[in-house]
């Protein structure tokens, strides 16, 4: 998202953010650098059921696994009580990507990182955060091409036949 200003995203976050000029401040910083990520205020739901408009940071983190970048795909919800508060993340998989489960992913695309469970503002921070995803995402990628379509039941059962056919009787 070229050209978003602070002041633009500052307006953009509801008044209960109480930190909105640092949190324009850090998203301008990260997005300069990684432009594939996007700021904007969508709904979020929690694990109650509840609902809430927080600022989403989402798009690709590069991860660079055996010498080839990949675009790992993430939504970055930053909560009201960010700086203080870790975002919470995930990892998004495209229509043409699954997630894999590991040390860093849950089956919901869920992120969980020492980084995140150690939080402590100052140190930890969202240009900080993305560089922790891309080494982690580096060593473990948190998702992968989905399998070719299976073959139809029809071609399977023709396929197992000619296989009979051409097996030596015993």
């Known amino acids: 998202m070229a050209g978003v200003k602070e002041g633009a995203l500052k307006k953009m976050l509801p008044k209960r953010y109480k930190h909105r000029g640092l949190i324009a401040h850090e998203i301008c910083s990260v997005i300069s650098d990684y432009k594939c990520l996007t700021p904007a205020m969508e709904a979020y739901v929690f694990n109650d059921g509840t609902t809430r408009d927080l600022m989403c940071l989402s798009g690709n983190v590069p991860a660079f696994f055996f010498g ?11 909560l009201d009580s960010y700086p203080t508060s870790p975002p919470i993340c995930f990892v998004k998989p495209t229509k043409d990507t699954m997630i894999v489960t590991g040390q860093y992913t849950d089956a919901n695309g869920a992120i969980h990182l020492p980084y995140l469970h150690e939080w402590n503002y100052p140190q930890s921070d969202l240009y900080g955060l993305i560089q922790m995803l891309t080494v982690v995402f580096g060593e473990e990628p948190p998702t992968c091409a989905r399998p070719p379509t299976q073959t139809a039941p029809a071609d399977v059962h023709q396929s197992w ?4 056919l051409s097996q030596p009787d015993f």
């Open 68 to 78: 080839k970048e990949f675009n790992i795909p993430v939504c970055l919800w930053i």
């Open 161 to 164: 036949e000619s296989q009979q």
